[in-house]
């Protein structure tokens, strides 16, 4: 006979089957749960080792976006770059629109009568094209940095924006005095029409 034989003739005489049956049972029961708990935490152990990896990841590129953040702003702050904040911004937009005002008086009084209109309309439209040459670029700039993404072009594109805005203001105002220049008659000389002139380039720029 072999020893389970020999246990179960042990139970069966102390008449105690049944109960030990219901506990073998029970045991066998708590043991699948044990197991199946296991299964989860493991499932869940592997979940979280995978969001921590995400995270890692997550927090790498991040880093990496500012370091290139950081340096889009070394580079813009070098001398002949755009700056990060736009350095025409609305100051010195207003400083370059009183030149054109002052340019306006310099060629009405020191340049000779017959010569002064076709003078000042000569760079008045350079400056328009100087202008427009800019215009062209910062588009062209934001343009490629929304096509590279991450967090320095997209800083960059705010002063970008900036700059745009009052370079097309400045636009705005060499665009208004040409007309105004150019609708004038022929016989007003430059000295009679200075005035007229600056309140056409400071209401271009409001």
Same mark, same amino acid.
């Given at each position: 006979m072999s020893i389970f034989g020999d246990i179960e003739k042990l139970i069966t005489e102390h008449g105690s089957a049944a109960i030990l049956r219901e506990k073998v049972g029970l045991l066998? &029961?708590?043991? !699948?749960?044990? !197991?199946?708990?296991?299964?989860?935490?493991a499932t869940q152990l592997a979940q979280a080792k995978k969001k921590v990896e995400s995270l890692e990841s997550e927090r790498a590129n991040l880093q990496a976006q500012i #370091?290139? !953040?950081?340096?889009?702003?070394?580079?813009l702050k070098q001398p002949g770059k755009i700056d990060i904040i736009g350095p025409l911004m609305h100051e010195h937009a207003s400083k370059m629109i009183e030149?054109?005002?002052?340019?306006?008086?310099?060629?009405?009084?020191?340049?000779p009568t017959t010569k002064a209109r076709e003078y000042l309309l000569a760079w008045l439209r350079d400056e328009r094209d100087e202008t427009e040459e800019a215009i062209t670029s910062l588009r062209a700039a934001i343009k490629a940095n929304e096509g590279q993404g991450g967090l320095g072009s997209a800083v960059a594109n705010l002063g970008h924006a900036t700059n745009l805005k009052d370079q097309n203001r400045l636009?705005?105002?060499? #665009? !208004?005095?040409?007309?105004? &220049?150019?609708?004038?008659?022929?016989?007003s000389p430059l000295t009679k029409i200075a005035e007229r002139l600056k309140q056409v380039a400071r209401a271009a720029a409001d």
């Open positions: 066998e &029961l708590q043991r !699948a749960q044990a !197991a199946g708990e296991r299964d989860t935490l #370091e290139d !953040a950081r340096q889009e702003i070394q580079r030149r054109v005002c002052q340019k306006i008086d310099y060629f009405a009084n020191t340049t636009k705005r105002v060499y #665009e !208004a005095v040409i007309r105004e &220049l150019e609708d004038a008659s022929d016989s």
